[in-house]
Structures are given as C-alpha cells and as structure tokens.
C-alpha cells in the first residue's frame, strides 16, 4: 500500500530554508576544521616577545641592586677616604684605615679570652654591656608600658603625671648615675639604673599617645557592650596601641645603647664603655677606633631589627 503526502506550496518554503541552513552549517564546520588543520600544521615561530620580556627583568633586577648597593658603598669609601686624609695630615696620631685594619684582625682573632677580671676580649666586653641594657630595658618595659596604658586612658592621670614627664624626661641619664651610685652602693647596679631611667620615657610617652589616638567610637561600642577594664585593655586598647609601644621600645633601645658606653666609661668593669677608657688609658686609639665601629655596628643591628618588628604590625594586620 502506498501511501502519498501533498504538501501546500506554504509548506515548501520551510523546508527549502532548513536545507539551506543545513548546508551552509555543513560548510561554516568543515571549513574551520581546515583553519584548525592548518594552524596546527603551521611552524612555530620563535618566541621574541618572552626573551625581550626576560631581558628586560634581568635589566631591571640589575639595575634595582646597583641602586641598592652602589649608595651604601660610596658612602663607605667617603668615610674611609676622609679618615686616610685626616690620618695624614695628622701626622699618624690617628691611625690610618689600613693600621685600624690589621688591628681589628688581631683583636677579634680570640675576642673571648680572660686575662683577668679587667682585661677579657671584647665580645665579653660587648657581651656585658648587652646583659646591662637588657636587665635595663626589661624593667623599663614592665614598668613603662603599664604606665603608658593607665596614663593614656584616665584623663585625671594624664593632667597628674604630664609635668612629672615634662620636668624629668630632658633630665641628662647621665646626671642620675650619682644617685644610683647612692643608692645602689655598686657600679654595675647604677648602670642598670641609668638604663631604667632613661628607657622608660619613650615607652611612657608613645604608649599613652597610643591610647589617646583609639578612636572614640571603639570606646562606645565598650560602653555599650559593657566590658571591663581588663577586656577594654586586651581586646581594643592593645591591638590598637601595640604600633605605637613598639615605636617606644625602639626608641628606647637606641637611647639604653648609647648611655650604656657613657655610663660604664664611669663606673668601670667589664663592658664597651669601660674597654674603650681603658684603651685610652694605655693610648691604643686602634682599638678605641674599633670600638667606635663594634658599638655602631652592634647599635645598627638592634635598630634593625626593632625596626622589622614594628613595620611587621601594622594597624590593618593587627586588627585582623
């Protein structure tokens, strides 16, 4: 049985129009078949653009470390060319860079060797005096800083102990090691002392203005919230001060690091200050020179990494 279908000439364009559809898909699909064909069949052309773009970071690498470098070393020979020039014109009483030299070789050959209580090498020397700032500074920080806190956040305290700071903070360290000596009955004592006293201002005033700096409205939502002084303390005074109490503290290390020389010059013992008066004393300006670089040196790398401690917490890091 047969059976026949009649479609209307309406019907028939339709038809026509998928068939057309149809065909030019048909062609559209093979001919980007043929472009894929022929792009993977193509040769690779070589990379410029990467080896131009290496070549300029190694352009920029070597010339970001010349620009670090090359500042830092021209100052160096600055200094040694202006020391060889005073040298000379002095006639030799000051030693000349190469003299300083060779000295500081034989010094820090063995700089850990005891002859006796008042000759010992000079990283015992170094050794005592960081002990001196370290007992120094650590009592300042555990007085100071509690201060700072109370001091920043009672206004009645603040108007209390502003004159005390005020009148006693530009007191010279110095002029208290007489009565450290007065009460202490010991050299080594009086110098922890001077350290104390002269650590704790910075420590003192960076903290409180910390305190003063939170913004009012974390010490709303305290008040709303109704904290204690111990949660107000840790939870928002804290994180909020703990970059300015870090500035105190390195501030203060600075300050301990240079009284420390001046006081154990006067006191005596064993420590940098006392190696250099002592090497005075026997005229070896050699080592009087060395010492002036072991206390530089030893100043910078407290400084340093003081430094890198405070830049570490920022205020955005610390509130997280």
């Known amino acids: 049985m047969v059976s026949a279908v009649f479609h209307s000439p309406l019907d028939a364009a339709p038809v026509a129009a998928q068939n057309a559809m149809n065909t030019v898909a048909a062609s559209t699909t093979s001919t980007s078949a043929r472009s894929q064909k022929a792009a993977t069949s193509a040769p690779k052309s070589p990379a410029a653009p990467t080896s131009v773009a290496t070549g300029r970071d190694w352009s920029a690498l070597s010339r970001s470390f010349w620009l670090a470098v090359l500042p830092p070393l021209c100052g160096l020979g600055l200094l040694v060319g202006l020391w060889a020039v005073v040298s000379t014109t002095t006639g030799g009483s000051i030693p000349s860079p190469k003299d300083t030299w060779l000295q500081a070789l034989e010094v820090f050959s063995n700089p850990f060797y005891r002859n006796g209580p008042n000759d010992q090498g000079v990283g015992w020397n170094v050794l005592m005096s960081l002990q001196r700032v370290a007992i120094g500074f650590g009592m300042a920080a555990l ?9 920043g956040r009672f206004n009645f305290l603040s108007r209390m102990f502003n004159p005390l700071i005020s009148l006693l903070r530009p007191v010279s360290p110095l002029a208290w090691l007489p009565i450290g000596l007065l009460v202490f009955k010991g050299a080594n004592p009086a110098a922890i002392w001077t350290i104390f006293i002269c650590s704790i201002w910075p420590m003192i005033i960076n903290t409180a203005v910390g305190v003063q700096r ?107």
């Open 143 to 151: 007085v100071g800083i509690p201060a700072g806190f109370v001091i």
């Open 214 to 320: 939170v913004p009012q409205d974390y010490m709303n939502v305290a008040r709303v919230l109704n904290l204690s002084e111990w949660k107000i303390a840790t939870k928002i005074l804290f994180p909020a001060v703990l970059p300015y109490m870090l500035t105190g503290v390195r501030l203060a290390v600075g300050t301990a690091w240079l009284v420390i020389v001046a006081a154990e010059m006067l006191t005596g013992g064993v420590g940098i200050g006392f190696w250099v008066w002592d090497e005075w004393n026997n005229l070896n300006v050699k080592n009087i020179i060395i010492a002036i670089f072991v206390i530089g040196i030893v100043g910078l790398l407290l400084e340093f990494a003081l430094i890198k401690l405070a830049t570490a917490f920022t205020f955005e890091e610390v509130k997280a």
